[in-house]
């Protein structure tokens, strides 16, 4: 039975105010689309990956629920947030698997790649982490679109109002970002 977003904010609300019993009807209200943005994840990812989305989607919601702050706005701030989590568990995970396979410069990642949604190599998530870190450093609101529209596959709508700004705003600025992220994907290693 899905919940209304207005039904995952109260439990929100009661989760961060610590009612336990709150904790796994959220997690009952929440789970589907948790998995939902896992997978979608998960879809860029090279064939034969280890990790699963059932198993990010359960270690993302633990680790948000165990956060000693538990400050969601509503529905689509604790989705973007899970996102967050998400991305850290996949990067995480890659740099594991680099470092056991073996040491080496990154590598580029063709941005049509990105957009079409494979990564071939953990060498591919991290070079997407690292050109968002750059991106964060230089424009933060840029790099929180993306991972809000990439990642977590949030409408504009959504986006804007995570952010606080209107759905124009996020709009002009997704265009923005994508084009400073193509040239930054693209541009030959020094």
């Known amino acids: 039975m899905e919940k209304s977003s207005g039904e995952i904010t109260l ?25 939902r943005i ?10 034969g990956h280890t990790l699963q989305p059932t198993a990010i989607a359960d270690e993302a919601f633990l ?8 400050n969601w706005q509503n529905r689509a701030h604790f989705f973007a947030v899970a996102a967050q989590a998400m991305r850290r ?16 410069a990154l590598e580029r990642v063709d941005p049509e790649k990105a957009e079409l949604g ?7 998530i991290l070079a997407i982490d690292q050109a968002l ?12 679109i993306v991972e809000l529209r990439y990642f977590a596959g ?8 995570v952010l606080a700004v209107s759905p124009r705003t996020v709009k002009r600025e997704w265009a923005f970002a994508r084009a400073w992220l193509y040239g930054e994907m693209t541009k030959p290693p020094q």
Request: glycine share 6%; proline share 3%.
């Open 63 to 70: 680790n948000l629920i165990d956060q000693p702050e538990r």
């Open 154 to 161: 949030l409408t504009e709508d959504e986006t804007a109002q």
């Open 89 to 104: 568990i996949l990067v995480d995970y890659s740099r594991q698997k680099r470092a056991l396979k073996r040491g080496g």
């Open 118 to 124: 494979t990564f071939s190599s953990p060498d591919d």
């Open 38 to 47: 896992a997978g979608r994840m998960m879809s860029w990812e090279r064939a």
């Open 11 to 35: 439990l929100l609300k009661r989760v961060a105010a610590g009612d336990g019993r709150a904790g796994d009807k959220l997690a009952e209200a929440v789970y589907a689309e948790l998995r």
């Open 133 to 144: 870190d750059r991106l964060s450093a230089i424009d933060p609101r840029q790099a929180r």
